[in-house]
């Protein structure tokens, strides 16, 4: 089998692995599914607030105002929930570098189309030889993209967590609404 292939199949299943540990500490609990359950609702009824009448009156903005606390509250509790089973990930993360840096040690696993910049080919050539090519990259740094690539496609999947709240600012999310408040 082909260093790559394995490399990423081994970052694939710790991607599982992570994601069941997360499942069996927090996502299964009924504390969670519970806090889970408020934030879908209060998102629901401050998206149903805001859309509601173009009108901008004191007890409106103050049910709105009430909304976005009673949400950030509410995914405050969840990610203090959350915070174990991240501290538990981590070193199961960790470990599995460890094991990949000393199993693929000096092997060149894959070769990139190009030429890192000098401050990335530190992360690309981790246990390398120093007389590798530029464009070859370690075990170790394939583990880790594939890792963050398989972890973001298990979340969007599974959908496990809280859902993730629109973190962009007004102008990019709704450039149009953006403007027409701007006028």
Not at 16 to 21: D, I, L, Q, R
Not at 103 to 112: C, D, K, P
Not at 135 to 144: D, H, K, L, P, R
Request: charged share 20%.
């Amino acid at each position: 089998m082909n260093d790559f292939v394995l490399v990423l199949a081994l970052s694939l299943l710790s991607s599982a692995v992570s994601e069941a540990v997360s499942f069996v500490l927090v996502y299964r609990k009924e504390n969670f599914q519970r806090l889970k359950a408020k934030v879908l609702q209060t998102e629901a009824r401050l998206e149903e607030e805001k859309a509601g009448a173009p009108v901008a009156g004191k007890h409106r903005q103050r049910r709105i105002a009430g909304l976005e606390s009673q949400l950030s509250d509410a995914r405050r509790s969840a990610g203090s929930l959350q915070m174990r089973t991240t501290v538990v990930v981590g070193l199961v993360q960790v470990a599995a570098i460890y094991l990949i840096g000393s199993w693929f040690s000096g092997r060149v696993v894959a070769t990139l189309p190009f030429e890192p910049v000098s401050m990335f080919r530190s992360l690309t050539h981790r246990g390398l030889p120093e007389d590798a090519p530029p464009s070859a990259c370690s075990a170790t740094f394939v583990f880790i993209m594939g890792g963050l690539a398989f972890k973001a496609a298990l979340d969007r999947y599974l959908q496990l967590g809280l859902p993730k709240g629109n973190s962009l600012p007004a102008w990019v999310a709704d450039p149009e609404a953006f403007l027409a408040a701007k006028k």
